[in-house]
Every structure is written in structure tokens, then in C-alpha cells.
């Protein structure tokens, strides 16, 4: 890549987590875009929108240099013609991966279609035409509460949560058996932010603003124990990707291995690396550039629950049960939880000042959302190694009021005589 003109770009997938504040920052509204042509590609219409994205992205679709494709990339053939630039434009330098299933109701036989075969179609195709640097973005789909440790490096085991943990795992291992990919894994925290209503921040928030509402403490099932929850605003998604991508152009996958190379462990069925296409052996060696992503608030269950809880004016408490018990009624109440979240949520957005008829966040916490989170990782690598430096290193009430404010403004979040 010449110093004479700016690397162009593929992004795929994530339409409905993280790739819109990507595209954000590369053809920023205001301002000289990062890239000289930036192609999003995803499953997703945006015209009209099959899903939420917000009231800023369509404006970015708009400019000269942004192109959208909907495609369907469990086609092969689909893959490769992403791949071809548009006429007069050299091939592209970078991909950006957000690819991958994030419903946690979804079968193994949809996490091995849509989120390892999809990643690992797009990694070949992307180690065939050379692209300089290849990011996948892994969510935070991980248990750490084995360890005693406060905080986790890259180079130490830690466990997948359940079949979409373990296939968002497996989708790694498969993209670094790749040879000659320039790959690197930006693995992140629980993700907020403007426009980000997937995660359990974003529904937190929300369920927050009920309890606020209704003048109620909002209570956890969860003992106050330490529970690290970390999280990662989605602007630093963002910033840190397009920092991993400058960073592994010039080195490619031998030296950046050498540098920041970690090895990524098998966690999964034995039988099943006969039956899926593309899964290395057991025994593989697979070594991958790795860095964690989260902010610098250290943020754990509590901390989170005051926050937001704060923020609405209300409280953050716990139930007086022992943790069987509450497993149980996980299991038989899901729907009694969620009784007062929703009937609340629905109640604010129907008094609010305009109405709210259509709004892509709800109160509604499914059995993962209710359930016991332990995700703590370390961020001194990329700040170390990549030179990255965070936009937003914590959650606080003005991270908060930044999201809600969006929301207000788009017609998202109801507008309140005491809120207003």
C-alpha cells in the first residue's frame, strides 16, 4: 500500500452490533474519510432497514465513498464477488469481520452455518486475494469466574459459554488455521454506546429506565459478589480495530505472530472436528494475534446496576436467595420476571410526549440477559503493543445520557414530563 493513497475497505457483518460505528469513523459526516472506498457488506436491507440502524448510519450510506451490498455469505460464491473492488479501484486492503450469530436461542447447526462456515468463508477468500490485514471481532461470549484472578491476559484459558460461546470460539480457530490470512482477534467486552441497543448494557439500561419509572429499586437475582462485567464503548470498537488493521499491514501474519501471537485452545466436542468442514484438529497448534478490549472502569455487575440505576433515579439491590434457587426460577418464571419490565416499558412509551409506536429497545430480558455474567480481561496488551489509546475509558452517567439522548432525538426512547 503506497503512502500516496488511503487503503480501502471491506466490512462484514455486524449491521445490528458494532460495524455502523466503524463505518462512522472510517467516512466520518463531518471531516476526511480514513479510507478511499468502504464496502459494507450483511444479510440486512437497509432500504428499507430489516433491522435497527439508527438515525446517523443511513446519512454515512449516502456518501460518495460508502457502498452497501445485502448478500447472503453462507454462499461461497457470494463471498468472492464481495471481494471484487469496483471498477477503477485497486484491490481492498483491509476486512473487518463482525460475522457471526449473537442470539443465544439458536441452534449449533445456525452457529456452525452462520457464524464459523460464514468467517471462515470470507478468511479464505481474504488470504486469497491478500488482503493486508484481516480483524475479527469476537464478542464477549466467555466465563471467567474459574480463576481467582481480577483480570485475565490474552494468553490464559478461558472458558466458551454454552453453544454459541463455544462456536464463536471454535469460528477463531478456524480463521487462524487459515495460512497467509493477516489476521488478528480483537476480543471485547460488553458493548454501549450511541445507536447500540443488542447487549446486555443496552438492556440494562432500558429495564433501568422502568424502575426509574416506577419509582422502584431495580434488584438482581445475583449476590453482590465481585462479578466483573467489563465493558467497551462502541466508538472503542471501532478505534481499535482500525488500530489493529494499521498495525498488522506493514508486519503480516509471521511477525505480528512473533509480537502479540497467542495460541488458541480447543474447546469443544472431539467427534465434531470429522463433522465440520474446515475444523482444525484437536491437537492443532493454532497461534493468532490477540488483544482484549474493554474500557478502564473495571465494571462488574454492581457497578453497572448503580450507574444506570442512578442515573434514573432509583437503586440498585439484590434478592435474598441462594444461587439453586434462583436457577430454578430462572428456569419456571422467565416470563413473570419480565412482567414488570414490559408492561412498565410499554406504559412509558405509550404517555410519552410524542408517543413512541415503533421503538427497536425493549424491556424484555431473556434467560442469557437474566443470566450470572463473569467476563473480566485485561487491556494492557493493546495499549502496550498497538499504542492504543481509549476514546471513552469509562462508564459513567454521561456515557449514559449520550446514549439516551440519541435515542430521544430519533424517536426511540419516550420522552417524559420528568424527564423531558
Known sequence: MSVSRKPSAIIFGGLNTCSRALAALLVPLDGESLVSHLRIVDKFSVDPATTYIGAEFPKILGKPEVEYKQANLTV????????????????????????????????????????????????????????????????????TSSSSKANHTEKEDIKPVDTLGTWWHETLRMLAAIEDLNLVILRIGFVYGPYTNYGIVASGITVASVYGYLKKPMKSMWS??????????????????????????????????????EEILFHNDKKKVKEVEGMPPHDAKLIVPLFNLVDDSNSTLVSIGQVVTSYFGTTFEFFNFVENTVLKLMDDHVEEINEHHVSGWTEMITTSNPPIPNTPLSAYMDKFALSKHVVAFNNTKIKEVIGYKLKRSHFDHEAIKEVVDKWKAEGSWPILPDTA
Open 76 to 143: 461461497p460464491v457470494t463471498v468472492a464477488t464481495c471481494f471484487d473492488p469496483p471498477e477503477g479501484h485497486e484491490s481492498y486492503d483491509f476486512v473487518f469481520d463482525f460475522t457471526g450469530e449473537v442470539r443465544h436461542d439458536r441452534t449449533e447447526v445456525i452457529q456452525i452455518n452462520t457464524t464459523c462456515n460464514v468467517a471462515r468463508l470470507i478468511g479464505l477468500e481474504a488470504a486469497k486475494r491478500k488482503v493486508k490485514a484481516y480483524i475479527r471481532v469476537q464478542q464477549p461470549f466467555y466465563d
Open 224 to 261: 453482590p459478589g465481585k462479578n466483573p462485567n467489563n465493558t467497551v464503548h462502541v466508538e472503542d470498537v471501532a478505534g481499535a480495530a482500525w488500530a489493529c488493521a494499521q498495525w498488522m499491514a506493514p508486519l503480516g501474519r509471521t511477525a505480528a505472530n512473533s509480537t502479540a501471537g
